[in-house]
Every structure is written in C-alpha cells, then in structure tokens.
C-alpha cells in the first residue's frame, strides 16, 4: 500500500506535511472506503431502464385505473375535480 512506503520513508520523523503526505497515500475518502467495503447498490445500472419503464408503467396504471372509477360516479364534474385535485399528487416530488 502506498500509505505504508510514504509512513516507512518517514521514519521517526512527523510533522504537519509528512502527516499531510501520509493521509494523502490513502487516495480519496471514498476510493479508500471502497477498498474496506464494497458501496451499497440498491438498484444494479445495468437494471436502471427496464426499473425506469416498469415504474412509469405502474403511474400510468394508478392513472387509469384511479380515472375509471371517478369516471363511474354520478356527476359530470367529478372526473375534472379528480384529475385536478387528487391526481396531480402522484407527480408531485
């Protein structure tokens, strides 16, 4: 490891920049963490398209779905009041 040869180069001797140059052999913080264990990966990149276009399909189910049994109610309102007023909610972040 490099830390190791710049730690053993220095010998007894520490100060601030031998120190600096010590820490700086590890590499960056998250390269340095990867080494001691692995990052966590909820959803494999390889997966991240066909995730993508079941969510969407399921959004557009919800839709349909929520859309048809508002449009069964009585009154010719309730479908706009719907779409208006409960719906946007599934889009919003």
């Known amino acids: 490891m490099k ?3 710049v730690a ?3 010998g007894g001797r520490i100060d601030p920049a031998a120190a600096r140059r010590v820490v700086d052999a590890f590499g960056r913080p998250a390269e ?3 080494r ?5 990966v ?7 398209r066909l995730f993508l276009r079941w969510s969407l399909g399921g ?3 919800i839709r ?3 859309a048809a049994q ?13 779409w208006l007023g409960v719906a946007p909610g599934c889009w919003r972040r």
């Open 64 to 66: 349909v779905v929520g």
């Open 70 to 82: 508002v449009a069964g109610e009585p009154g010719a309102g309730a479908l706009a009041s719907w």
């Open 32 to 34: 340095a963490a990867a």
């Open 59 to 61: 959004l557009v189910v």
């Open 36 to 40: 001691y264990r692995p990052p966590l």
């Open 3 to 5: 830390s190791m040869d």
């Open 42 to 48: 909820l959803l494999d990149p390889a997966d991240s």
């Open 8 to 10: 053993a180069e220095l």
